[in-house]
Structure formats: C-alpha cells, structure tokens
C-alpha cells in the first residue's frame, strides 16, 4: 500500500492511539478550529486531529499532522531526537518516482466553471486574515528548460471560486520560475498538492539545488518510489495518491492584494500586491480529507525544522566533523535558532561551528554551541550551559547587517538583521566538575523501589 496521508493515519490508530482525536462535534473553518488548536497549544497537546464535521458537511479536516517531533518520527521511522540524520541520510538517496496510468487523486474531476473553491473548508484562521487560505499546500512547477520538477510549501489566499493569490519568498525556486516565464510573457502552470504523508511534507522541504528533481528527493525521503499521474489541465505530473490537487496557471504581470495574514513568527504579514493564480480544475479523490497548517503554532514552525536541521548538520560537519546533534527549537521559530553541541577537540571549534551554521541558513539568527554532555532538544539544558560556560567577552560573535528573514517582524528593510553565536563550550581542559552521582548507584537505585506508583 503506498504511504499516504490515510495510511499514517491509520498507522497511527493502529500503533499510538493517544496520538490520534477524531472530533465529532459540528465546527466551524471561522475561527472555531483555530480557537480549539489554541486552546491545546496552551497545554502543549500536539495530538494529529480530524475534524470530522466542518462548515455543515463541507470535507473533514485534518491538522497537526506535524505538530510534534514524535509524529514526525512515526513518519520517519525513528526516535525524535534522530530525524535530522535520519532526513539527511534518506535524502542523498533519492528514489525516481513512478508514473501509473491513474490514481484516487482523480477519482473526482472538476474542471473550467465546474470549480468552486469556496465549496473547500479553507481555514480563516485569525481576525487579522483577510480571507480564508491555504496552509498546507505545496506548489508542484517546473522549469521550462530542463523539465526539473519543484516542490515549496506556499501560502494560498482565497479569492475567488477559480482565483487564488500567492506569497513567494523572493528569489526561491518557484519564485524565479515564475520570473522567468514572466519575461516570456507566459503563465506559470503549477499543481497545488494537499493532503499527504508527512514523510512528503518533509521531503518537499528539502534544501536542493534548483536541477534535482524533488519528486525523487521526496520518494528518498518515504523510502518508496512517489506515483505520479497526468495533471488534467496544465503539462505536470502529479501525485497519484493524494487527497486534492488544484491545478492552475501562475499569470505574467497581474498583481493582486494579499493579506495580512498570520504567519509562523505570531505576527501578521501585511497586505501587499502578489502574483495570481487562475485554476483551471480541482482533482480529489471521493470522501476526501482537506489538510490544513495551523498558522503562527507549533506545527507551521516544527514542520520545517527537520529539513533545516538536516541542512545545518551537513554544513556544519563540513567544518567541524565532531558535531553530534543540531536543534532549531520552536522557541526560535525553528528558523532563528539553532543549538549544536560538538565533541569539542581544539578550542576554535565552536566559533567555527558558530561561522558555519550562519552561513549555511539566512534566516539564522542566533547559534548556541554546547558541548556533547548537553542535550540540545532540552532547552533548559541549553541555556545551563550558557550560564554556567559562556563568558559574552570571549565567547559571544556578533555579525552586523546580515541578510535575514523578511519575515522576521525585528528586521530592517529586506530583512537586514544583526546575528550572533554564543559559545557555551567549556575549555579543553582546567573547568569545574560536574556534579553527578556513581553510575553504578545510579543503576542500582530505582524510583519504582522506594516511591511506588511515581
């Protein structure tokens, strides 16, 4: 059975059942969902959720798919503290997709006037969102020139039955598609993928050169090849085995209002004048799951740190070969802060580390380097060892108007923002000891003996 976003779910119901709430309850895509996700944010409870009964009968809505590193492992097959070597390990081994004939993506085919995109339950998801959007949709092109498919994830703004605009981060991939059809005069078709595997997810994330092709990245990233079928409308393939695909064409020099709309720092972008897409059909398959990203929360933030955690531990270890593990916590967005700890050998090491790591990802802003003793996906630990080993007059690396995220609410013009590194790392040798008791007693003793039912 190919891996799809029903056969998570059911992995899921089947294997960790805590993980999995089906709700059955009348809701509503206004706020209502939003409202709820909120709620379990403030109790940090991340469980996979399906709505099962939304906008009076519209398509149930999954969410959460990625909203915790132990779902993720689930989709990745191992432990949450390894998914960034398991990623990068299963990305350098891409596996070329498949193309069968047809697939459950098409079981239902909507075309031309028959579309109607506000039959979707598309979430409005805060007060400040001008419309209802797209959250998990990932944007299929491809370059005229070499026929090399991407992937990206893109936010989507409603506007009409057969109109959507789009927000792409200048100068990425499917931005510079665009442009480039854009001075031929031409439209770029694109196919909007929703519902999938999150091992999909994280593989269309992936950081690779603009000549791969990210189907193939993809199926090495789900460990079995992606099957792919005939878009009905623009020349792209598409997966067979997802749940909706909406298909349309990116239109040269028209430029539309989007916005505001919240994104994952927890401020909101504001209003501006973006590319337009007009679509051409809507493909799904017969009781379909419409996905969606609750925006600004832990999912939309953590579902693209183990791509990026992936990308910053093969760079770094370029540098420095002793790294053993990378965190980009969602207290930093999961883009603006990483903590890498490294069995330390010489004492530049970790400003070494600090160098490459910011150069490897623009969006970085601040980089903690720990020693191999800390634990970098415990926060608290992280910042023990910053409080305990770092000394700002030797230890702290500013870097001054470096090129960031435009996204980040605290940057100047283009997102122009300062960065720094802390190296939290003791010295080689002359450091206090720490505490800690014999192992063998630790062993020995158990909580269980003397503390029953703790």
């Known amino acids: 059975m190919p891996k799809d976003l029903r056969s998570f779910i059911a992995r899921l119901e089947r294997e960790a059942p805590d993980e999995v709430v089906r709700v059955r309850k009348p809701i509503s895509s206004r706020y209502e969902i939003s409202a709820l996700l909120t709620h379990l944010e403030r109790r940090k ?3 996979l959720l399906i709505f099962e009964d939304v906008d009076e009968g519209k398509a149930p809505v999954v969410i959460n798919v990625q909203g915790s590193r132990k779902l993720m492992g689930y989709a990745l097959d191992c432990p949450p503290e390894n998914l960034a070597p398991r990623f990068l390990e299963r990305q350098v081994r891409p596996i070329r997709p498949v193309e069968v004939p047809e697939g459950p993506v098409q079981e239902v085919v909507e075309a031309g ?4 995109l506000t039959r979707l339950p598309m979430l409005t998801h805060y007060a400040v969102n001008a419309a209802p959007y797209l959250t998990a949709s990932i944007i ?4 005229p020139d070499t026929g090399v498919q991407n992937t990206a994830y893109i936010r989507m703004m409603l506007a009409g039955k057969r109109e959507l605009r789009v927000f792409m981060a200048i100068g990425r991939h499917t931005w510079t598609l665009h442009n480039k059809l854009e001075r031929r005069d031409q439209p770029l078709p694109i196919a909007v993928i929703i519902g999938v595997h999150p091992a999909f997810s994280l593989g269309s994330q992936a950081f690779t050169p ?3 092709d990210e189907y193939a990245v993809i199926g090495g990233v789900m460990g079995e090849p992606l099957r792919l079928v005939d878009a009905k409308t623009v020349p792209l393939k598409v997966p067979a085995d997802a749940e909706l695909i909406i298909e349309g064409l990116m239109l040269p ?3 539309r209002e989007e916005g505001p709309f919240g994104e994952f720092t927890g401020y909101a972008v504001e209003r501006d004048l973006r590319q337009v897409v007009e679509v051409t059909a809507v493909t799904r398959r017969r009781g379909f799951y419409f996905q969606d990203v609750h925006a600004g929360y832990t999912e939309h933030r953590l579902m693209g ?7 910053l531990l093969r760079a770094v270890r370029q540098t420095v070969p002793t790294v053993k593990s990378v965190c980009m916590p969602v207290s930093g967005n999961c883009r603006f802060h990483a903590y890498i700890s490294i069995a330390k050998r010489t004492p530049a090491q970790a400003k070494n580390a600090i160098c490459a790591a910011i150069a490897s990802d623009m969006l970085l802003k601040h980089v903690i380097v720990v020693d ?9 630990a992280v910042l023990w060892a910053v409080a305990n080993r770092f000394q700002a007059g030797r230890d702290l690396v500013v870097i001054e108007g470096a090129q960031g995220s435009e996204l980040d609410p605290s940057a ?8 720094m590194g802390l190296d939290a790392t003791k010295p080689l040798s002359g450091f206090a000891q720490v505490l800690s008791v014999p192992e063998e007693v630790m062993s020995r003793i158990r909580v269980e003996d003397f503390l029953p039912g703790r």
């Open 45 to 47: 409870r991340f469980p």
């Open 113 to 116: 006037d028959a579309v109607d």
């Open 140 to 143: 299929a092109a491809r370059d």
């Open 210 to 212: 603009a000549d791969e």
């Open 253 to 255: 020099h028209v430029r």
């Open 305 to 311: 740190a183990v791509p990026r955690e992936a990308a």
């Open 372 to 380: 191999e003793d800390i634990d970098v996906f415990d926060e608290e």
């Open 412 to 419: 100047g013009p283009f997102g122009v923002n300062d960065k």
